[in-house]
C-alpha cells in the first residue's frame, strides 16, 4: 500500500498561481500518479495523470496546469497557472500501480489516496 500526502494548497486570487505537492511512502508502485478535484456539490474529476514519462490533462486545465514527478523524493507535483475561479475545490493525489493509460483521469483505477488539499480561487 502507498500512503500520500498532499500539500501546497492555499487561496489565491484568480489568475495567480499555486503548485501542489503529493509525497508518496510505503511499499506499494506509484507507476500511475494522478491528480483528482471535487468541487462542492459535484463529482470528483480527473485533472491530469502521468505515468512512464507521460502526461495527459482534463481539457478544463489544458495549458494552464502541469503534472510532473521527482523519482528520487518520490514526490508528484500539480503546477498550476493562470487560476480561475472554478478552479476552487479540493484536490487529491491518487497513486496506482498498475492499469489502463487511456483510464487514467477515471478514479475507479486508483488503489491509493490522499487526503485532500483544499484550493480556493477569488474573483
Known amino acids: 500500500q502507498v500512503q500520500l500526502v498532499e500539500s501546497g494548497g492555499g487561496s489565491v486570487q484568480a489568475g495567480g498561481s499555486l503548485r501542489l505537492a503529493c509525497a508518496a511512502s510505503?511499499?506499494?508502485?506509484?507507476?500511475?500518479m494522478a491528480w483528482f478535484r471535487q468541487a462542492p456539490g459535484k463529482e470528483r474529476e480527473g485533472v491530469a495523470a502521468l505515468s512512464a514519462g507521460r502526461t495527459t490533462y482534463a481539457d478544463s486545465v489544458k495549458g494552464r496546469f502541469t503534472i510532473s514527478k521527482d523519482n528520487a523524493k518520490n514526490t508528484l507535483y500539480l503546477q498550476m497557472n493562470s487560476l480561475k475561479p472554478e478552479d476552487t475545490a479540493i484536490y487529491y493525489c491518487a497513486a496506482t500501480g498498475a492499469g489502463n493509460w487511456y483510464s487514467s483521469l477515471g478514479e475507479r483505477m486508483y488503489t491509493s489516496w490522499g487526503q485532500g488539499t483544499q484550493v480556493t480561487v477569488s474573483s
Open positions: 510505503g511499499s506499494g508502485s506509484t507507476w500511475f
